[in-house]
């Protein structure tokens, strides 16, 4: 049997990653939000909003920078991220908000076991159905 390279492997581990944390993130704002977007109020809930963009590797499957929302206001925070970071401050607190932006701008370099070490985590997450 040929060997799958790493840089294979670790795709392959962010990607598992990202839907086990979209999911993870989505089921506890159905639970928090009734299924509706926390912003809008008016679409449910179908997509992962990260207040800090997901490329920032040292917050991207932290539980603090995401919510789930609906693909319209996750859209628009790409354009017009005001509002949604007035809406974190106001529901977590501004020295909240400075520890997750200092967080996101460490650099963030995952090994492969540290890729598998937050994929058990996530599964764990998932299994014991406490998103929350």
């Not at 932290?62 to 628009?76: M, T």
């Not at 070490?117 to 764990?124: F, P, Y």
Request: hydrophobic share 35%; glycine share 4%; with cysteine.
């Amino acid at each position: 049997m040929k060997k799958i390279p790493s840089r294979i492997l670790r795709k392959r581990l962010v990607s598992k990653n990202d839907s086990l944390f979209s999911l993870a993130v989505r089921l506890r704002a159905k639970k928090s939000f009734g299924g509706m977007c926390p912003f809008c109020h008016m679409l449910p809930v179908n997509c992962c909003f990260h207040f800090i963009h997901r490329g920032k590797f040292s917050v991207r499957w932290d539980f603090n920078n995401a919510i789930g929302s609906c693909s319209r206001c996750n859209f628009k925070m790409e354009r017009w991220p005001e509002s949604f970071i007035t809406y974190y401050i106001n529901n977590n607190g501004l020295a909240n908000w400075e520890k997750l932006v200092k967080k996101s701008n460490q650099i963030a370099k995952f090994s492969l076991e540290d890729l598998e070490q937050i994929n058990k985590s996530l599964r764990a997450e998932l299994e014991k159905g406490d998103t929350k």
